[in-house]
């Protein structure tokens, strides 16, 4: 099995992940395909019978103008159930943030970190002041919303962020707690639940507040198709608020910013709804034996979670950087390493849920590192066996040993949720 000469450098060069495109590339031809444990993705859709329609049409998809975003919108409405005054749609849910920003964020931001880094990035971009309320370890990352609304009242903040389920960790908060978090602070100028993971959750049967949001004044719901149906090069998402808020936000975005692709999919959606539900099914079961799997790895911490990915906490000793490069060079596996997370430090994990055979492949290239740390070095004749490089690996960590942390379930231990019981 051969994964070329893969450049590492492309991993040191900023806060979020290279594609696999850019590493695929490093590569040259001739290497194993990379398995993507890194970029949260849907394995299971769209189905083949999907790719071979967009295939099929693949010349007219890219030869001919999209319809405008409005006619988009209001075809997703349509197979959403929701109204089109009520949502606005753009290239991806990142594009939806960096509007929010400017448009809605003038002062102050709460947000807890650790979380997806673009709601702390940008504000700090743009001059904002970015309140970050750290969870903690030792609670599971875990988000109590009753501290959460302390904290913001004793900041100041003016605009709220949770995302549900949380990125990396997963965490989940039932919406019914989530609605009496966004009704405690009607007097903040914005309040956004990021759900762009909300569709893989299976605790709950309907754990959206999307349709709440359209009835609230300062609530925004953001959604992420993409990542939802496995199509993360389409770039699309959309948020959910009152026609006030949806309105302004869609009148700064482009008359066409949405490409054909996206059209296609938008039509094609409702005629795979079984399939979709589907393969929501299979992931979530999926997530459950992956983490019985890696309880393989002697000393690693695994979180629950209702996203579709696993945060991981590495045995002592063990370096997430030094990890990562070690199963991407000798095993052509792409993980995600949280050191460069707010909250979080190279200790830490996150793995995409994949198929079993993906994940057992994971393990075994896990299992082998760990047999380098505890003893197979000392085979090489290098005086310094941790810089030896036949393995690919640079300069590996021999960090004093931690103690292992248990991880309390449920993930939520908000007052919020005891007082509504």
Not at 145 to 160: C, D, K, P, Q, T
Not at 195 to 223: G, H, M, T, W, Y
Not at 224 to 234: D, M, P, R, T
Not at 281 to 294: G, P, T
């Amino acid at each position: 099995m051969r994964h070329g000469n893969v450049d590492l450098g492309l991993l040191r060069t900023g806060a979020h992940s290279p594609s696999v495109f850019a590493l695929s590339r490093s590569m040259g031809e001739g290497s194993t395909p990379i398995v993507d444990f890194c970029i949260p993705c849907n394995p299971y859709f769209p189905t083949p019978e999907m790719f071979a329609a967009l295939s099929q049409n693949l010349e007219s998809i890219l030869k001919y103008y999209p319809s405008d975003s409005g006619s988009i919108t209001a075809k997703l409405c349509s197979v959403l159930g929701l109204h089109p005054q009520t949502v606005a749609m753009a290239n991806g849910s990142t594009e939806l943030i960096t509007w929010l920003d400017h448009l809605m964020i003038k002062e102050s931001i709460a947000i807890p970190i650790p979380t997806f880094g673009r709601w702390t990035d940008q504000p700090l971009e743009t001059g904002k002041r970015v309140d970050m309320y750290p969870l903690q370890e030792a609670d599971g990352y875990a988000l109590d919303l009753e501290e959460y609304v302390a904290f913001i009242r004793s900041r100041g903040s003016r605009v709220a962020v949770i995302c549900n389920p949380n990125n990396p960790d997963g965490g989940f908060l039932p919406r019914r707690e989530v609605l009496r978090f966004v009704d405690a602070l009607t007097d903040l100028d914005l309040v956004v639940v990021d759900e762009s993971f909300i569709d893989f959750v299976e605790a709950e049967r309907q754990p959206s507040i999307a349709p709440d949001a359209a009835i609230r004044p300062n609530v925004v719901v953001l959604k992420s198709l993409g990542k939802n149906f496995g199509l993360h090069g389409i770039r699309f998402g959309y948020l959910v608020a009152n026609p006030q808020i949806a309105g302004k936000i869609a009148k700064v975005l482009p008359k066409w910013n949405l490409n054909s692709l996206a059209e296609t999919v938008v039509h094609m959606i409702q005629d795979y709804e079984t399939e979709y539900r589907e393969s929501l099914r299979l992931l979530a079961r999926d997530r459950y034996s992956m983490a019985d799997e890696l309880n393989r790895v002697p000393g690693l911490t695994v979180f629950p979670s209702q996203g579709n990915f696993l945060l991981v906490k590495l045995p002592p000793g063990w370096s997430g950087v030094d990890l990562r490069d070690f199963l991407l060079s000798r095993h052509g596996l792409y993980v995600r390493e949280c050191g460069n997370k707010l909250g979080m430090t190279s200790q830490f994990l996150r793995f995409v849920v994949r198929p079993t055979d993906d994940v057992r492949q994971l393990v075994d290239g896990m299992l082998s590192y760990g047999r380098y740390l505890h003893g197979e070095a000392e085979r090489y004749s290098s005086p310094d066996p941790l810089t030896d490089d036949r393995y690919g690996l640079s300069s590996l960590s021999s960090a004093s040993p931690e103690p292992d942390n248990l991880i309390p379930y449920p993930r939520s231990r908000s007052r919020l949720a005891a007082s509504a019981n």
